[in-house]
């Protein structure tokens, strides 16, 4: 086996990783003792507390509380409860502006319906070609429903400047592009989309609990993210959603469910929106999975975001220099500006290669046609965890291995 | 005390429920010792066997298996497995038209805009004033976005036949009236909907897992419900969602998310629906929440509908003869086939008189302006329960104790 010699040795990793205040965080989740886990922007870790605080909630509030509580355990704010959490510590949202509810692609379409009808007259609902498909679904079936809009489709980021006029309502970007892991400028792209008068709307998915957010200064007008990448809610867990104070008396999403309604238990005929965020809840929250994802905050409050930061940086970078020299294109970019929480190497046999790795026990995975994904999630990964990974990853290629037919193309990844 | 002379005494009903094949079901839930919970319509108890199962679901498939599970622990496959259990015990549905997944609101809204599409050049969404009110918030949201469609209401079912003609696209309407426990007839009024060439869209929250449902037999088109009220599946659960085999290949629903895409794992821009009942899915589905409803659906297969069925009708039966002579209106049918598996009484001060029963351990609820609404739940209710709550709700009426001021009205009830 050879090494890149210009990258640290196992070794200094382990150093390292004794000098790092996050290191003692890893002992709060539950992982395998066999594998290298390198996805948890996929399906984050469960955090060690979560069964505990799930199996209470369950036996206590549920079974012992039964109906009463929706009162006496809260339920009823719960949505907003955990928003106002996650807004204070990872989203830069002041309170009462999230609301934890649905799943990305429903609250998306909230989101969406509401900022095109807070921009009357314009049709534009400009997006990227290369966003997560299900962003473009929810904005096609959406802007089918409204009159006069329809998706207009960028090749990339950098042509938004080219397209944004006095007929734009809306842009939709990804913070972080769920393929190669770019990040873009949240608050310079948002001024560029307000200059035209248009609605910025962000999708998290892929920064929440990656690094930290900034929506009220950045300006954002909407976002939305999922609860179960690096926020480790679980999988399937509930995800949020953002809607700036502004927006709140004038904003008017299409799913109007009575959990969004001002006066709930008055059972009225008519709907009339709740104030604030409440506007944007739909129906019964899923109070399990929301159970879930708070015990989940509870690990994300011991940390600094910023340090999560720094040291996701530097898990990025040390997997791009331990792998440097392999047959592999590297398209993260190295400008730690421009870098979200994974890297992303590019092979043509990439499907079969991340197939052997996992065979191994490391973890990452595999988006057609060519690329392999590996997550870098500081709260639970070390300096010697990429160090063996990227190892593994050496001694897969050096091998062949992947060419063994166990690892040929089967069903559904995720 | 006085008793009214003509219903069994609490002896008799400890004789009867000693001979009951569906007593010993009792035993598989976890219900307080100080606590008669006639409630299990609006939030289900809590299934002995449903911790076990969701504290595996957490630690194996999510902690140990971690993304590998949405493969190897089938959680893709998720919501139509569970659709299918629930179609073949409960609903009478053939595997392929049922999926459990997001709530009744969000699902209605995907079965109304599928519907609404399928009779183009008709407007009229038909709907009850006095159905549950995020049926009637969600056909509000919907007809405002599908061009020519508007809302129109009835007083009562009654009037159905009154409004149906050439213009009517669908018509929603609740199996059992949250209210009252009044039951409709599905099939008959299925038939008279399709007379008119409109499509049926039946809503199941009072009916899935009280009564056997045919939907297949009766001819319904779609159907929505919720797993938490007689289903069990905990606060907050899953919904389910019910379309008609003969509408999947022209049924498009408005919330096109990437789980109800024909590849989704081709990651194309563009949408296009899955084959099925799953181009009914949307957004990745909660994995917790389903394995609670999942552990409620193993209870559920252990118990004959038709003999659940029957014992509801007495149990109801029983509750209403108990409580035939106090000051309050039974606003439930008496004849078993309009009946669900509820009794509603009326009185003035009934928010009150809820709260003094509920001091006392036995669990109603209440819904304004003076009804009280008691579940029975033949799986974990017996007949000694039914005289127990009736012998409260005499006392409590023959005391006055409702009139504390403790009991006074307060914030939100559910």
Redesign the interface.
Known sequence: MTTNMTAPTREQCAALDAADPLHPLRERF???AD?L?L?GN??G??PRD??GH??KV??D????G??????DAG??HQPGRLGDRLGAHLLGAANGQVVVC?????NL?KVLGAALRLRPGRGALVAE??A???D???A???T????GTRPV?LDSAAQLDAVLDGDTAVVLLSHVDYRTGELLDMAAVTERIHRAGALAVWDLCHTAGALPIELDAAGVDFAVG?G?KYLNG??????FLYAAERHHAAGRQ????????AR????????RPAEGVTRFL?????????A?LEASLDVWELADPAAVRAKSLELTDLFMDLTADLDVEAVTPRDPARRGSQVALRHPEGYRIVQAL?ARGV?G?F??PDLMRFGFTPLYLSRTDVHDAATALREVLASGEWREERFARR????
């Open positions: 539950t992982l395998p594998v886990y996805d996929s399906l870790a469960l979560t069964p799930l199996a369950v036996a509030e549920w079974g012992t039964l109906i009463r509580s929706w009162n339920w009823f649905d799943s990305t692609s429903v379409f070609r290369h997560f498909p299900t473009l679904y929810i096609d079936g959406l089918g429903l409204y009159p489709l999922c179960y679980g999988p399937g867990a509930p995800a299409p799913l109007t469910g009575w959990f969004g309604h709930q238990f008055d059972f009225e005929p008519g709907y739909t129906g019964t929250p899923p109070v399990l999975g929301l879930a996992i973890i995975d988006r057609a069903g559904e990844v995720t």
